[in-house]
Structure formats: structure tokens, C-alpha cells
């Protein structure tokens, strides 16, 4: 039995090489993204970003959920791959992150596909569920504010389709979620949404070693 590899940045290169299928266009936008004060720590690694489409495409998804805009990397690259009649409802606190990602979004062709809702996310799903019932989404993908994670997911988890797939960024925290002196709000919120999930007998679930963390939760029919 191997664990898991430890990815060195020749490693890392390597997997880019042979792996990542960029275009001018997502790649523009990581660039532009990685010059904001700390935008590379809050966009989704390229490979993430990348599995995120595959993943909409696998599932079969015409409508999905992003949980957290940022400037728009991740939902370029999951409306990329939506059908032509599909749509991406993608939520935000802050418009001018949402307004980055717009120019790259038109760019792509995507950008009728998009609908941002700006706002408080737990009000914005709360909504969601009283415009559009119960199981309107095949995909959501929670990357936002650690603190209101369970929030977010248990007020996702009506609007998903049974069978259908919730994707959390981010749980191991930076490896902060096995240092027991790390006890600031963000850490001790993803460890106990973690721990939570572990036992939320409604969900099959994944816990992927990469990038930041990547959990999948599929909805049990």
C-alpha cells in the first residue's frame, strides 16, 4: 500500500504538463487573479478548477450552485462546461469580485449562463429555496466564508437533487485541521464541519488529499 505522494514543485509541473488543458482565457484570469492581495491563496488551484468541470460534465449537470464568486475562476471554468441551455447561479458578499470575472465570462461565450446573486449566501439560499423549490440544483460547489460552512451546506442540501453532488473547498485548512493549537474561528469551523459531515448519514462522502482539502458529498436517493 503507497500513501499519498508528497507533490513537489517539479512534481507539480510535471502534473500541469501532462494534465492541465488551459486556453488564453482561464489562464488570463488565474494570472490576473494571483496580482490581487492574497488572490492566490483564494482561488481554486488550476487542477481543482479543472476536476470542477469535469465533474458538471460527469454528473450530467445543467443547473449548479457556486457558493463564493471570488473573481469568477472556478465558475468560468464549470460553465464551460454546462450544456448550452445550462445555468450556474454563483453567489457573492462583494460585486466588484463578481464584476472581475464578468469580462472573462463574455469572453468565453459563458456569460449567459451565469446568474450572480450578491448578498449574504445563507439569505441568498434561503431564497433560492422559496423561488425554486426543493431539488432544483445537480451540483453545488461551496467555496466562501469558513465560518458559515455548515450553514451553507445544510441550506444547499434541500436544494440539491437527490443523487446529485456538493463539492467543499478547503477542508484541510492548510493542515491547521490536525494542529490542536489552531483554534482561530475559520480552523475550528472547517473540524467541525468536517467532523459533522463524517456523520451525516444522508451523504456518501470523499475527503480528496488535494489541493487545500476537496470533500465530495453525493445526496442519497
Known amino acids: ?26 489562464r488570463e484570469l ?34 449548479v450552485l457556486e457558493i463564493g464568486t471570488f473573481t469568477g475562476y472556478s465558475t468560468l471554468c464549470m460553465a464551460r462546461a454546462l450544456p448550452s441551455d445550462g445555468r450556474l447561479v454563483t453567489c457573492d458578499i462583494n460585486a466588484k469580485w463578481p464584476d472581475i470575472g464578468a469580462e472573462y465570462w463574455n469572453r468565453a461565450g459563458v456569460s449567459d449562463r451565469i446568474e450572480v446573486r450578491v448578498g449574504d449566501a445563507a439569505e441568498t439560499l ?15 460547489f461551496i467555496d466562501a466564508d ?8 445544510e441550506r444547499c442540501f434541500p436544494l440539491l437533487r437527490p443523487g446529485g453532488l456538493i463539492v467543499v473547498d478547503n477542508t484541510l485548512f492548510f493542515g491547521r485541521v490536525i494542529d490542536p493549537a489552531a483554534q482561530d474561528p475559520d480552523t ?18 470523499s475527503l480528496l488529499p488535494m489541493a487545500d482539502g476537496v470533500t465530495l458529498v453525493r445526496k442519497r436517493p
Open 188 to 205: 475550528v469551523a472547517v473540524r467541525e464541519f468536517n467532523s459533522a459531515l463524517h456523520d451525516d448519514d444522508r451523504a456518501d462522502i
Open 1 to 26: 500500500m503507497a500513501d499519498q505522494l508528497g507533490i513537489s514543485p517539479e512534481l507539480l509541473s510535471y502534473i500541469r504538463k501532462l494534465s492541465l488543458r488551459d486556453d488564453d482565457i482561464a
Open 126 to 140: 434561503t431564497t433560492l429555496l422559496t423561488e425554486q423549490g426543493a431539488d432544483a440544483f445537480d451540483l453545488v
Open 146 to 153: 469558513k465560518t458559515n460552512y455548515r450553514t451553507y451546506y
Open 30 to 63: 488565474r494570472e490576473f487573479t494571483d496580482e490581487l492581495p492574497m488572490g492566490q491563496t483564494m482561488r481554486v488551484m488550476a487542477e481543482e478548477a479543472q476536476l470542477l468541470g469535469l465533474l458538471v460534465g460527469i454528473t450530467g449537470a445543467r443547473n
